[in-house]
């Protein structure tokens, strides 16, 4: 068999999902409902997600309506590496936000061994602006989907997350109550602390 000649082109070929959003718009949900699919199709799944994601539990990956599929942490991703199963062909990783621009090589690097990856995280930050290493993903990917939520000003569907409270950094991590989905319209983008300003 020619594994070369485009007719042998194997059935699994490799690919790159990403699921794009802002908070409460169901990213987790849908990345759960892919993984469980798989699951029922009898592939070999892993799920990751950032350590630094505690809001639930450490070992499962849970979404606001409680749904869940087991998941190891992850500090970086170089422990996501350390920790693949050579025979897992699904792998699903959430809040990837989180984990820096090495994500973008590895997942190239998973689909052309033929593996399906599947990425959920915030395209946007707080102030509205990309947030790495999602754009480059999905710039990369076959296949982006881009979640909603329901803007709580006007309930037009919401991309932006607007950051209700006063915190440090581009998330609050589980910090859900500090935020709040807006469409583009009802958004206000934030004043930046003197920290952040312009010299
Ligand atoms: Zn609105």
């Not at 000649?5 to 999902?17: D, F, K, S, V």
């Not at 996501?80 to 792998?91: G, K």
């Not at 509205?128 to 006007?154: D, N, S, Y």
Request: with cysteine; glycine share 8%.
């Amino acid at each position: 068999m020619n594994a070369a000649h485009p007719r042998m082109r194997p059935t699994h070929a490799g690919w790159i999902e990403v699921i794009a959003g802002g908070m409460f718009s169901g990213k987790s949900e849908e990345l759960i409902r892919r993984l469980r699919r798989a699951a029922i199709a009898r592939q070999t799944v892993q799920a990751f997600k950032p350590a630094i994601d505690d809001r639930y539990e450490a070992d499962a990956i849970v979404s606001h309506d409680e749904r869940r599929v087991p998941s190891t942490p992850v500090a970086d991703v170089a422990a996501l590496r350390r920790a693949l199963a050579p025979d897992t062909q699904v792998i699903g990783i959430d809040e990837a936000q989180f984990l820096g621009p090495e994500l973008v090589p590895l997942a190239v690097e998973l689909a052309k061994q033929g593996k399906r990856v599947i990425i959920a995280g915030l395209d946007m930050d707080y102030r509205g602006e990309p947030f790495e290493p999602i754009p480059q993903l999905m710039a990369v990917a076959e296949e982006v989907t881009k979640t909603h939520a329901v803007c709580l000003v006007c309930g037009a569907p919401a991309s932006h997350s607007q950051r209700i409270a006063a915190g440090d950094g581009r998330v609050l991590v589980g910090a859900g109550e500090a935020y709040e989905p807006r469409c583009r319209d009802c958004f206000e983008q934030p004043v930046p602390a003197p920290a952040e300003a312009e010299p």
